[in-house]
């Protein structure tokens, strides 16, 4: 089950003959990480000749205390794939059905169908979530809804009151995945905190990572937050030592830097509204995001201009398949200079130059 995000920049270096390309396709962070965490990997490095102790004990509790909840409700993954790859063998069965909205994340059905459940897909309604199709999706077999607020491909964000009117309408039997990989981008007016629902004793589980905002995607860290129970057994179901004290050191540090995750938003806001509002002026139809990314719909040919940007060193990711979305092209935001790269080769796609 190899899971392949889209053309590498290593592929494309060696194909074009370059150094550098811009790389604006799997959602990565543009400023790298923080110089806390990796002061804190170097750290742990020295080290690395002793099996991991308490850096996962240290890391559950200080996410604990990040999002106030107890040790207990959380589970530390080898990025938060794991975590979701962990929920679905966990709550999924020969039988069950999992509800999957799409275009959304190709890991849901990935994992629905590794557990042997059926993946019942949910077409969205103009890009956003359809309420109604969800609902009606929802039968006796169903065990999970994966949510992804904001959602991956498309960045639009879900309302509070479009989480509880879900809720509030669900039978009992379901559980809700609420993938939060991208929630600490969305603007502090527009943000819906998944923990006030388990909190509140909803059937939820918040699946979020060290990917994205705190740019530690090669160290492979995220983390999800359940009821005490679900949380214990899907700890009791990992593997010994499953991610490593490095990787675990780094999370920690990362987690703590608040001036890092401010900077991460900050270059994120300014460069999403300048690829929104330089695409839209262009012509593009740009969705309206709330992630580190952004989606242009309504594309004839995304094969000739994925073609197109790679000719001039730019990787972005072109919705096919995986996404289930035609004509779609996700744009990581980038930094300034790499913004400002991908709206000119676009501009020149369009003059037909
Ligand atoms: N959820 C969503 C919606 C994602 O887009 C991604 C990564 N692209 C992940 C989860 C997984 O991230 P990771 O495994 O790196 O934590």
């Known amino acids: 089950m190899a899971y392949v995000a889209g053309k590498t920049a290593d592929a494309l270096r060696r194909e074009l003959g370059v150094d550098t390309v811009v790389k604006l396709g799997s959602n990565e962070s543009p400023i790298g990480p923080s110089e806390r965490a990796v002061a804190a990997a170097g750290r742990a490095a020295r080290t690395g000749h002793i099996y991991p102790g308490i850096e996962l004990t240290d890391l559950a509790a200080a996410v604990g205390r990040h999002v106030g909840l107890g040790p207990d409700a ?93 809720l509030d309408a669900l039978p009992p039997w379901v559980v809700v995945v609420l993938d939060e990989a991208y929630g600490e981008f969305v603007d502090p007016e527009s943000r819906v905190d998944g923990v006030e629902f388990l909190r509140e004793g909803c059937r939820v589980v918040v699946t979020r990572t060290f990917s994205k905002i705190y740019a530690l995607a090669a160290f492979r860290v995220g983390y999800g937050l359940a009821s005490p129970t679900l949380a214990g057994a899907l700890r009791a179901a990992q593997p010994p030592f499953h ?83 035609d004509g779609g092209l996700r744009i990581t935001v980038g930094t300034r200079e790499q913004n400002e790269r991908v709206v000119a080769v676009l501009s020149d796609w369009l003059s037909g130059s």
């Open 243 to 325: 991610v490593g004290s490095v990787a675990l050191r780094a999370a920690q540090a990362a987690l703590g830097d608040t001036d890092h995750i401010e900077l991460s938003q900050r270059v994120n806001r300014e460069g999403r509204a300048y690829l929104t509002g330089r695409l839209t002026a262009l012509g593009f139809r740009v969705l309206p995001s709330q992630a580190n990314h952004v989606l242009v719909v309504g594309l004839h040919d995304v094969q000739s201009l994925d073609a197109a940007l790679n000719r001039q060193g730019v990787i972005t990711r072109p919705t096919g398949p995986s996404f289930g979305l």
């Open 74 to 166: 959380v589970v530390i993954g080898n990025g938060s794939c794991d975590v979701l790859l962990a929920v679905a063998a966990e709550l999924l069965g020969p039988g069950d059905e999992a509800v999957v909205p799409e275009p959304s994340f190709a890991m849901y059905r990935i994992g629905a169908e590794a557990a042997g459940a059926r993946v019942v897909s949910v077409p969205h309604c103009d890009y956003a979530f359809d309420q109604d199709g969800i609902l009606d999706a929802v039968t006796e077999r169903t065990r999970l809804l994966f949510l992804t607020n904001p959602n991956n491909p498309t960045g639009l964000a879900l309302s509070r009151t479009e989480i509880v009117t879900l």
